[in-house]
T-cell receptor
Framework: GNSVTQMEGPVTLSEEAFLTINCTYT??????LFWYVQYPGEGLQLLLK?????DKGSNKGFEATYRKETTSFHLEKGSVQVSDSAVYFC?????????FGAGTILRVKS | ETGVTQTPRHLVMGMTNKKSLKCEQH?????MYWYKQSAKKPLELMFV???????ENNSVPSRFSPECPNSSHLFLHLHTLQPEDSALYLC??????????????FGPGTRLTVL
């Protein structure tokens, strides 16, 4: 079946630290991959996406590369800010369905 | 602001009440979705509508009844709910028809508490 596994949190970092949140997936066929972010009290916002192997999605300093050989889509940012504190969800899309990972809480301290 | 609004933002109801959640999208999309987000569980897809027609019911109990009168509005009618139905209910829309490359845009959600 199709599934997404994310690293468990919470991840706690100091401001300006490097961020990696691991995401691996299991899928039949060729899904699209997404990262969504959820700030406290809000819904999910699309952060970035990639629709085929070796594509790199990027937005607001965040990046993730679609790695078919390792079935991964790890999220990275070179220098996090306090305002990046949120829950991050990795997801894959096949047909009309989005399958989400459990979410990773990120806390950034000043 | 994603262009998808949901009302109410918070709802408390008893198990014998009937209530409705409303979702409206201002993006000109053709597909709409309901999701359930419970504590410590991944988001669960509940229903998918494409051009007002339901195309997916993810084994949702009949106490949840969706309605899509047009491509801009989606409702979730609730009756005889259980305390375990307490969750954040998220609406989303996409250009459609739903496909793997189609990006879904989410509303802020309705926080439902069933007493």
């Amino acid at each position: 079946g199709n599934s997404v596994t994310q690293m468990e949190g919470p991840v706690t970092l100091s401001e300006e630290a490097f961020l990696t949140i691991n995401c691996t997936y299991t899928a039949t066929g060729y899904p699209s991959l997404f990262w969504y972010v959820q700030y406290p009290g809000e819904g999910l916002q699309l952060l970035l996406k990639a629709t085929k192997a070796d594509d790199k999605g990027s937005n607001k300093g965040f990046e993730a590369t679609y790695r078919k050989e390792t079935t991964s889509f790890h999220l990275e940012k070179g220098s996090v800010q306090v305002s990046d504190s949120a829950v991050y969800f990795c997801a894959l899309s096949y047909g009309n369905k989005l399958v989400f990972g459990a979410g990773t809480i990120l806390r950034v301290k000043s | 602001e994603t262009g998808v609004t949901q009302t109410p933002r918070h709802l408390v109801m008893g198990m014998t009440n009937k209530k409705s959640l409303k979702c409206e999208q201002h993006l000109g999309h053709n597909a709409m979705y309901w999701y359930k987000q419970s504590a410590k569980k991944p988001l669960e897809l509940m229903f998918v509508y494409n051009f007002k027609e339901q195309t997916e019911n993810n084994s949702v109990p009949s106490r949840f009844s969706p309605e899509c009168p047009n491509s801009s509005h989606l409702f979730l009618h609730l009756h005889t709910l259980q305390p375990e139905d307490s969750a954040l209910y998220l609406c989303a829309s996409s250009q459609g028809p739903p496909a793997s490359t189609d990006t879904q845009y989410f509303g802020p959600g309705t926080r439902l508490t069933v007493l």
